[in-house]
């Protein structure tokens, strides 16, 4: 493969063991340098210069507009369960009425929004999560690693927006995308080189499990079970079709100023 330009190209990727997939052998390239970030940060990484290229949260690529484009068919996704994107409340959650959201997420706090004021049909105030007690709450919205440690037992509630957004819509849903400038270089090599990372990890995902599972916290069954059986990283038409069922609902209820397109 031919490499990228001269100067190494910065990919924001996200530090959890989701992203191991998508970014296989990707550390090995001294064309690439990779800055790990929660998926909030990525975001603002991207517009401020710091990253021509991020694994940035699909509301964030709506908000963006026109000022980015999609790069690769590669992306965060699930087809129903996702174990890492919850809500553990100590209420029913017909009866929500507030929500405190975790910092590091962009995309599941809208997703938990919509699915509130549509599914459950009960709308919930949403707070921020930061310097709370997650005790003393009502509802918490957490995602990432971190998911894995929580006791279920403590909380009497818990939903999976990936499972709670299929029975609703029956439709997978994507949670990241890669992203770049619309006015940066062709982005054509880059997107070669991500998808080939991708299927790269996807064959290699029981060993990724392994290797990485317990650095990130996991017992090993459990991150093989997250990898090959609830994460999906190939956006497929039915992937397009409910980024663009998301963000039109996102538009409608105010979250993003319009029914932006989320461009290849």
Known sequence: MAD???QPTRLGVVEFL????????LADRTDLELYPAVPSRLAAMLTGGRVDA??????????AGDAWVRVSDAGIASEGETLTVRVFSRVPPEAMTTLHVDGDSHTSVVLAQLIWRHFFKRPV???????VAPETC???LLIGDKVVAVPDASWPYSIDLGVAWKRWTGLPFVF?????????EDDAL????LSEARDRGVSRAMQLATDFGPVHGWPTELAAHYLTRCMRYVITPAA???IARFTALAAAEGFIPAAGKVTG
């Open 4 to 6: 990228l330009p001269s």
């Open 18 to 25: 989701n992203t191991r997939p998508l970014i296989d052998g």
């Open 54 to 63: 991020a694994l940035v949260p699909v509301i964030d690529l709506a908000r």
């Open 125 to 131: 105030t949403t707070r921020d999560l930061s310097g």
């Open 138 to 140: 009502e509802s918490v």
């Open 176 to 184: 990241a995308a890669w992203a770049a400038p619309a006015d940066g």
């Open 190 to 193: 880059l997107a070669r080189l």
């Open 240 to 242: 397009e079709e409910a």
